[in-house]
Structure formats: C-alpha cells, structure tokens
C-alpha cells in the first residue's frame, strides 16, 4: 500500500496531477480543493495517498491535509459512496466546512455537491454524524451554533439584510469566524465577510 509520496509535480490534469518520484510518474487523483493547494509543475510536493486496488486498476487518491484524508476514510466507509464519489463530495467545500454540513444536517449544502442527491446526503449524515462529532474534525467552536446575539449571529443577519443569499452568507459567517475568531468586532468581522464575498486579495 503506498501511504504518502514525495516527488516533483509532472503535470496537474482536470482530476489529478502526476508526480515524479525518483523517475517514475505516479498518476495521482486530487480533490480540486487540494488540487488548488498543489505546488506548480516543477516543484516538489508531498501527498499522502490511499490506494484503491480493483481487478483491472490500481489507483491512487491524494490529499494534502490530514483533515481531508480522515473524512475521505470516513466517506468511503458509507453505503454506495466509492473513492471517486468521496473525492468529489470533497472538491465540493474544503474539509472542515463538509465535516460541519454533515454534522449539522445541512441537507440543501450537501445536494449542491455534483453527485450527491437527497438520499445520499441523507446517508452521509445518518452514518457520519456520530463519526465525525467524535473525531474532532468539525472543530470545537463549529459544533455547536454561535449563541445568541453573539457577534456570529449578528453577522450572518446584517450579509442577510444585504441581500445575499443564506447558503452563502452562512458559509461566509463561518469562513470570517474561522479567520478572525468569534470575538472579533462586528464590524471587523463585516469588513473581512465583504472582502470575501467580493473575492479581494
């Protein structure tokens, strides 16, 4: 079983790049979230990998955080998700943020992942839930709601009152909370949720 490469990136395709490990390419499979994170054509990279052997193929799946390798373990261990739906549920969203959607339920973000419809997103949660609550993937502060009148609540209302969409404001919320930590000021906290929203460096 190969667990991890280190090698030189050969060439990055739509689903995976190849890495050149002492002369020999190595076709590895990505999420496009840890495609995004791979290094350039020409710099060396380290994978940690999962090797998917079938009758007529040996394939290897790659991540480059631990988080992503877990929940990867975790997703395939449910009824009728494989390695390849795994690794596209989790080009969907980074790790920490799918972790929460399945701990939390959140069925309308989970369906929006091309390839998860209503019933395996029902499956995802019912078989993961307690998994990834033990497993600490879903981080302290993300498993439960922010409380009332927090600074995290009030945020998601004022992107609410903007107009922006729930799914997206919510994801925004979380994304500034993971960046500045909940006890930011809100309009420090607003501030970073609009440079975000607009994609600013």
């Known amino acids: 079983m190969i667990a991890r490469l280190s090698g030189i990136v050969l060439e990055k395709r739509g689903d995976g790049a190849v890495l050149d490990v002492q002369g020999v390419g190595y076709l590895v499979h990505l999420s496009l979230q840890s495609l995004s994170k791979l290094p350039p054509e020409g710099v060396r990279a380290q994978v940690r990998c999962y090797t998917h052997v079938r009758e007529d193929a040996l394939q290897l799946f790659g991540f480059l955080t631990a988080e992503e390798e877990e929940l990867f373990h975790l997703l395939i261990s449910v009824s009728g998700v494989g390695p390849k739906l795994a690794l596209n549920i989790l080009s969907g969203m980074p790790a ?45 502060r993300s498993s439960q709601p922010p409380p009332p009148g927090s600074t995290g609540e009030a945020l998601l209302s004022a992107l609410l009152n903007l107009g922006y969409r729930p799914a997206a404001a919510e994801r925004t919320a979380e994304a500034v909370r993971r960046s500045l930590g909940p006890a930011a000021r809100l309009e420090d906290q607003l501030r970073e949720a609009l440079r975000l929203i607009q994609g600013a460096p």
């Open 96 to 140: 920490t943020e799918l972790a929460v959607a399945i701990l939390h339920g959140e069925f309308a973000r989970l369906t929006k992942i091309s390839g998860v419809g209503k019933k395996t997103s029902e499956r995802l949660v019912l078989e993961l839930k307690d998994k990834i609550k033990t497993s600490g993937l879903a981080g302290a």
